[in-house]
């Protein structure tokens, strides 16, 4: 069986223009930006049959639902973990709210500040979407590679994420 991809393809296009680089950097990161962005597409479209949430609006329910209870957190802590800018945060959480998702309140410690809340009906959804994205990436891993070829790829992109970030 040829495990040639299109990678390789563009790692030997330029061993033959220019034979003096080493391209397996290009090979490693070309691998992951491709892998990325295909299961970005298998995720959206595992998340889209619950209210047509994209991505993002669910990384926004999804950040509420994992802080725990009561599932609220400022839109400044919401986009310091989404490592988004606050202009695209405000139109995930207008998106969202107008959708009964999540509320907006006055931050009763800062009145210049607001609080964002999970709503019952946000939590359900979020819940429900997690477990369609987890179907789809468990499967993208099970079709490749062992339980512990898993783990150990794993362990090193950590490792590599961990130098770079």
Do not use: C
């Not at 970005?40 to 993002?56: C, F, I, T, W």
């Not at 973990?81 to 207008?94: A, F, K, S, V």
Request: charged fraction near 25%.
């Amino acid at each position: 069986m040829d495990n040639h991809d299109a990678v390789d393809a563009i790692a030997d296009q330029w061993a033959r223009v220019r034979p003096d680089l080493d391209t397996l950097p290009m090979m490693v990161f070309g691998r992951i930006y491709r892998l990325s962005a295909a299961m970005r597409g298998k995720v959206d479209k595992a998340y889209a049959p619950y209210g047509g949430m994209s991505l993002g609006e669910f990384d926004v329910l999804a950040t509420l639902r994992r802080s725990g209870e009561p599932y609220t957190l400022s839109p400044r802590e919401l986009t310091a973990t989404l490592m988004i800018t606050t202009g695209g945060m405000t139109g995930r959480l207008d998106k969202l709210e107008r959708a009964g998702l999540l509320t907006r309140s006055p931050d009763p410690n800062d009145r210049r500040g607001l609080r964002v809340t999970l709503t019952a009906e946000g939590r359900e959804l979020v819940d429900q979407a997690v477990g369609a994205g987890l179907a789809q990436q468990r499967a993208a891993l099970e079709a490749a590679l062992t339980p512990e070829e898993a783990e150990q790829l794993s362990g090193l992109l950590r490792k590599l994420l961990a130098t770079t970030a």
